[in-house]
């Protein structure tokens, strides 16, 4: 039996596998997964749009690029810093002003007048993003107690996270094809108009009892670093990098995160606890969780290039192969939590990662037959669910053994490895196949790499955890925190 302490105050007694939510817990929880599907959607909404967008606003197809990277940059930069700032002044006070400001921002994007407007739409998103994500995951962990209920929120807020990202890919071209661009930034406007008005009234506020000054050199340093790692990383995306700008902040991103890394060592109440870093839960539940979003988004972009340019199949058909592979998440999202209550978060996160390694893998028997859909659609359907369980995992792992008022660095970490791991597949796996004289033998080249990738982390994760001997899980399927290299 499992003791769940809602935010109401009342407590009450549940089986370990079934904890039942309160009224008022369910209530709180569409309002966080809302948030969070909201800020999925704006990641594809609207890249089927682009070229209308481009048309409209008279922007050039390799200025197209910024209307991902505007909202790349500041989503990505600054989840660290405002995952420790809703700490430390508030995680709901920090979460409203995202809400408010990613509304506002989407309205301007929707009515914009030229691509300067439209621009300063989408970087004040990805900043609203930026203050949503880890205040919503961090407020979400506090206000579910470690176990099961905690693995079954974080399992529907996965779902819905993976969904989101489908349903965007399908929307957008519904959208664009009967309403214009415009109304994929106004779907936007809409939710936020929904969620805001619910949040303030069942939202709990937190944060850390004391409030140690923010440490400023590490925020500037983090910041600095993400922003100038992830801008690369973008551009090499689309232009490869041998450009002057990617060859300029590539090293400078990285030689930011290690002085990062020299300021936390000698500061008294750092942005990120070193400590932290070297747990057992946090180091290598990250890395599953860079692994498979890395990886999984690779898989995405070059079965887009494989069905459209090999099979010749339209936009409305690829959307479907991407939509059945969206049911098949939801599906995943409703029983991982219940394989983390028997297996523990640590082997469900290893388990899922040989899962999508295997099943990528089964994608090098695809050719230039057009039965070959079925086989990319089985496969990555299924890897997908896989791919749904190593995300719940690693962030139950990651965020497990945490106190309370570490949570937003906690969930600002997981989500910090899940916007680097979106962008850096891409760029460095990506290019293999749209630079190979023969697309298809790029794409299982590509494909290849990806499997193998995947399968040694799983390898790795599992040594790096060692379950059942140095870390050990508790009743409730949680992995407990145990700092690297302690015995």
Not at 111 to 139: E, N, Y
Not at 276 to 294: D, I, K, P, Q, Y
Request: glycine fraction near 12%.
């Amino acid at each position: 039996m499992a003791i769940d302490t809602t935010p109401t105050g009342t407590t009450t007694t549940e089986p370990l596998d079934n904890p039942r939510l309160s009224t008022r817990d369910k209530l709180v929880l569409f309002v966080l997964c809302a948030a969070q599907f909201m800020v999925a959607l704006d990641f594809s909404v609207l890249n089927v749009a682009l070229p209308v967008l481009g048309d409209d606003l008279g922007m050039s197809r390799s200025a197209l690029q910024w209307a991902v990277t505007a909202f790349a940059l500041p989503s990505g930069g600054f989840l660290l810093l405002f995952g420790r700032i809703g700490d430390l002044y508030g995680r709901r006070r920090l979460f409203l002003a995202g809400l408010a400001l990613f509304g506002a921002a989407s309205l301007l994007a929707t009515f914009a007048w030229d691509p300067a407007s439209f621009l300063t739409g989408r970087a004040l998103q990805g900043l609203g993003a930026a203050a949503i994500v880890p205040t919503g995951m961090s407020l979400l962990t506090t206000t579910f107690p470690e176990g099961p209920a905690r693995a079954r929120a974080l399992g529907i807020s996965g779902t819905l996270l993976s969904l989101g990202f489908t349903v965007g890919m399908v929307a957008g071209g519904v959208l664009t094809d009967a309403f214009g661009w415009r109304s994929t930034m106004g779907l936007l406007t809409v939710f936020a108009l929904i969620v805001l008005p619910l949040a303030p009234g069942l939202l709990p506020e937190s944060r850390t009892p004391e409030r140690p000054r923010l440490d400023v050199p590490g925020a500037i340093t983090v910041t600095a670093g993400l922003l100038s790692l992830i801008y690369s990383l973008s551009t090499a995306a689309d232009h490869g990098f041998a450009r002057a700008d990617v060859i300029t902040t590539l090293p400078a991103g990285l030689l930011l995160l290690a002085a990062f890394v020299f300021v936390e060592s000698r500061t008294a109440a750092p942005l990120v606890s070193l400590p932290m870093l070297r747990r057992r839960t946090v180091a290598w539940g990250n890395l599953g969780g860079l692994v498979t979003f890395s990886m999984m988004s690779t898989v995405i972009f070059v079965l887009t290039l494989y069905l459209q340019e090999v099979l010749r199949l339209s936009a409305f058909e690829t959307g479907l192969v991407f939509g059945f592979q969206g049911v098949l998440s939801a599906v995943a999202g409703t029983y991982t939590p219940k394989v983390i209550g028997r297996l523990g978060a640590g082997r469900t996160l290893v388990a899922s990662l040989a899962g999508q390694g295997a099943l990528i893998a089964a994608l090098l028997g695809l050719n230039a037959h057009t039965w070959s859909v079925w086989l990319a659609t089985a496969a990555v359907s299924l890897a997908s669910m896989c791919h749904l369980g190593a995300i719940i995992s690693y962030g139950l792992t990651v965020t497990s053994g945490v106190p309370d008022e570490e949570q937003g660095l906690a969930t600002g970490l997981v989500t910090s490895t899940q916007q680097v791991g979106i962008t850096v597949g891409i760029p460095l796996l990506g290019v293999l196949a749209t630079t190979s004289d023969d697309l298809l033998s790029g794409v299982h080249t590509v494909l290849a790499i990806d499997a193998a990738v995947v399968l040694a982390a799983a390898a790795l994760v599992g040594l790096g955890l060692r379950e059942g001997k140095a870390s050990g899980t508790n009743a409730s399927g949680a992995v407990e925190a145990e700092p690297v290299g302690a015995r």
